[in-house]
């Protein structure tokens, strides 16, 4: 691999720089995760702020570190098209589950 | 030219089309096993938020945020050092990336070794599987069971850093294999993201 195929390379993704950027981006995220965990607010307020701030720790690691920003712009959105159809067709199902299983056994009894 | 030569031309053509999306194969199979297991976790994760909020006497047996916080500092510094070995790899430092994977296969270590530490410490506490002293057996399962996939892979990826780390460092892989094993270590370290603050800082006692 010569220098000239590295630098395109640094030119397509943005350098070392950037992913110190978005490193010390993820950190301050996670501590951020940490800080809600000790606020004194109701469990379905604290998991909405945290998986809020899972879902952009997600998507600067997608985009910068697995390097998704710097691909086609037709395999990002299969990716998140993808993605997100899936997760909210399975929220549906278990959801329905749910209501399902709280009228029925074992749980409920 | 006659017609079935025409034909087999045109099917000739139609099969020598670019790879799909314009990226190489290898990494969009790494892709595709990425999307599907974001489902496997995200069934495990969703199946346990149901549990947790259908079961009244649910656990909440962590006192301490530390070690969990060391864990997820290890594994995200992980992720850089992976970064940097992919670039030393594109700059043709051979050296170097073999340095920095080797680097990101001990974190890997370190991580699982403080995860079993943990494991073996709430074991201690009388943590099983179906039973434990503070509430309802399925936390048990439902901690072990996603902490336990999410080691599993871990403990995939570092035996698989070590193996493309020696054969890229003996020449029989290069950069676009370690981009490859780089895109399952940070979705190894994506998913933890999920982990922490759902399975450990919900369930802490305050």
Known sequence: MTTTTADAHDKKTGGIGKDLIVYVCLLALA??????????????????????????????AELFFMHLWSEKRAFLLFVVIFTVSVLLGMQYGWTDSFRMLVGAAPFSK | MSQADLTMEGHSAGLTV?????????????????????????????????LRNGTPNWPRPFHSITNVALMTFILLTSSLTMLIGLRSARAGDKAGAFRWIM????????????????WLALIDEGMLMF??????????ASFFSITGLHLTHVTSGVIALIAVGIRYKGGRYNADDIEVLGLYWHFVDLVWMFVVPLVYLLNLSH
């Open chain 2, 131 to 140: 039973k434990n002293p503070w509430g309802t057996g399925l936390f048990g």
């Open chain 2, 103 to 118: 680097i990101t296969a001990a974190l890997g270590i370190v991580f699982a070794l403080l995860h079993i530490r943990e």
């Open chain 2, 18 to 50: 670019g790879p799909a999306f314009s990226i190489p194969t290898k990494k969009l199979a790494m892709w595709l096993f990425i999307i599907a297991d974001t489902m496997t976790f995200a069934a495990c994760l969703v199946a346990y938020g149901f």
């Open chain 1, 31 to 60: 501590g951020l995760q940490f800080v809600i965990a000790y606020q004194n607010i109701d469990a379905s307020q604290m998991f909405t702020r945290m998986l809020a701030v899972a879902c952009v720790e997600a998507g600067l």
